[in-house]
């Protein structure tokens, strides 16, 4: 078996400029990955079939995957003739906004360019990923970019000042269509993409946490309020920053003392049943 990290991400910011005559949103977002992540097993088959393999009750084990539907279309562009089976151990939260089912697919991507020999760059997988989903291009790469586009064309960018990131999952998924399909493009306070690429760029995490925005975050927390109530929490127990990730409904803080991460996380615990502490990651290397 061949393993590939598939890490989760967060959106450190996500701006919608309009909508587009296709229905997607034009965004502007930067996003980054963290060291929580899924861990894919990749075993080729002579018999040509995609398997999937997982035990999660809330991943579907057919095409519906998006792993599946990554090995399907790399195999159709690239005219393979072998198959794969693909285990998935899913630690990321579904439908979190975490972009759990684009990261699968993307290490799949990565895993199969390796074990059915293609050959193939990253910017050339990247290609492949942007019909898979807007998030998959982003996590081919891993690391930090700025996304723009529908999401899918990326811009790298260096690793920020290294953190703890808590990360709390309400008990409740959304459809990230519903949340860009409530969005009302006129009424948005838009966050400072600028002004977080220089925090990033200077490794200032007081600039990043004062950069920190996402226009989808008051669509999410007026359609379910548990997830406002997290956020107060979050701040309440000490977070430096503290934003929705994505679509939501995952919250996530930003802590740069160790001394306070178990205090954040501890005094989340007592709110919401999933709770992680984990680092950015924030380099794209990590996952070579
Ligand atoms: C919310 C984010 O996760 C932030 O990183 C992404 O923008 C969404 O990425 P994703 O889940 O990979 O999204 P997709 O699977 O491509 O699209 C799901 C649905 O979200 C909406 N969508 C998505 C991306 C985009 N730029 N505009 C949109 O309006 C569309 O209704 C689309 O049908
Ligand atoms: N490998 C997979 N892992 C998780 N969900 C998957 C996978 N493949 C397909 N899905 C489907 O996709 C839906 C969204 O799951 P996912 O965890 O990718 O959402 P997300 O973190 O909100 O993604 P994003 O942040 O990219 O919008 C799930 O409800 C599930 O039915």
Request: proline share 3%.
């Amino acid at each position: 078996m061949y393993y590939v990290k598939a890490p989760a991400k967060i959106n450190l910011t996500l701006d919608v400029l309009h909508k587009r005559p296709d229905g997607y949103h034009e965004v502007e977002m930067i996003m980054t990955t963290v060291d929580l992540a899924d861990r894919i097993g990749l075993e080729v088959r002579e018999d040509g079939a995609i398997h999937i393999l997982s035990v999660d009750r809330f991943v579907p084990n057919d095409h519906r995957n998006l792993a599946y539907q990554a090995a399907k279309i790399l195999k159709e562009m690239y005219n393979v003739k072998l198959g794969v089976s693909i285990k998935i151990e899913k630690n990321i939260p579904v439908a979190a906004g975490l972009a759990g089912g684009s990261s699968d697919a993307a290490a799949t991507l990565r895993g199969l360019n390796t074990i059915w020999n293609l050959g193939l760059t990253l910017d050339e997988l990247a290609q492949v990923a942007t019909k898979i989903g807007s998030d998959v291009a982003f996590c081919v790469y891993g690391g930090t970019a700025l996304a723009t586009g529908r999401g899918e064309k990326i811009q790298k960018l260096p690793s920020p000042a290294n953190c703890w990131v808590i990360l709390a999952k309400p008990t409740l998924g959304v459809s990230t269509a519903d949340i860009y399909g409530n969005l009302k493009i006129n009424d948005i306070t838009h966050p400072n993409t600028e002004q977080m690429i220089q925090a990033i760029k200077k490794k200032d995490f007081e600039l990043m946490c004062a950069s920190v925005g996402n226009v989808l975050e008051d669509v999410t927390l007026k359609l379910y309020p548990e997830v406002a109530v997290l956020k107060e929490q979050m701040q309440k127990f000490g977070a430096d920053a503290v934003l929705m990730s994505g679509s939501g409904p995952t919250v996530f803080g930003l802590v740069n003392q160790e001394s306070r991460v178990q205090r954040v996380y501890n005094g989340l615990r007592g709110f919401c049943d999933e709770v992680y502490a984990v680092r950015l990651i924030g380099d794209r290397d990590t996952l070579a």
